[in-house]
């Protein structure tokens, strides 16, 4: 199973703020998104399903929450621990792991392969996608977009690789 994380992050890392992205909406960077996960089961922090903003796959989600009797609509199943999410998704080509902040801290010395869109601004957050080292993560490709009527910032698709997996 490959393990992937996929983000969207300002330039200072910001990914949320009150729950929702600190950019007005970029359809690209949400058709990416879909294209990317396409197939793919994904898994979220509670928090970031509970937001307005959630994102979701077709072919299943897990939930992470500590709330045992945590009541979650159809195409959602409750897992304990970002462990037990992806033991259940062991037999998976590849999984999606989709934040926010605290699963994408617990989740990154697992990955294989981070998806990154980098939104070129600064906004304020109160939710950041972790660092990481250019020595543990690789950039296999970047692709740059600017402004357009339908996206106010000009913003780029990074994909890293771990690099002891080349
Ligand atoms: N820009 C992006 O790409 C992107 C993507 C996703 C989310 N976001 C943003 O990120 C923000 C949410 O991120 P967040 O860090 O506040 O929350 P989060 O990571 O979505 O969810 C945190 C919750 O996950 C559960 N959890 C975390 N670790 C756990 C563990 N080890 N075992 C069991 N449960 C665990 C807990 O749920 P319980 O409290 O229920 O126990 C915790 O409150 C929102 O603003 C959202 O819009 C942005």
């Known amino acids: 199973m490959q393990i992937s994380l996929i983000s969207a992050m300002s330039e200072n890392r910001a990914i949320g703020l009150k729950g929702r992205l600190p950019w007005p909406h970029l359809p690209n960077d949400w058709a990416n998104f879909f294209k990317v996960t396409k197939g793919c089961r994904m898994i979220m922090g509670r928090k970031s399903y509970d937001t307005p903003d959630r994102l979701a796959s077709e072919v299943g989600n897990f939930v992470i929450t500590r709330q ?4 979650l609509e159809e195409g959602f199943t409750r897992a304990g621990s970002l462990e037990e999410a992806l033991e ?3 037999n998976d080509k590849e999984v999606f792991v989709i934040g ?10 697992l990955a294989d392969i981070i998806h990154l869109t980098v939104v070129h601004g600064t906004f304020e957050g109160d939710a950041f996608f972790p660092a990481f080292s250019e020595s543990e993560f690789k950039l296999k490709s970047r692709q740059d977009f600017p402004t357009d009527e ?8 990074l994909v ?3 690099t002891n997996n080349q």
């Open 88 to 90: 259940a998704c062991k």
């Open 68 to 71: 045992e009797d945590y009541a």
């Open 160 to 162: 890293y690789e771990k």
């Open 150 to 157: 339908q996206h106010a910032y000009a913003y780029s698709f």
């Open 100 to 109: 926010g902040a605290e699963i994408y801290r617990q989740a990154l010395p």
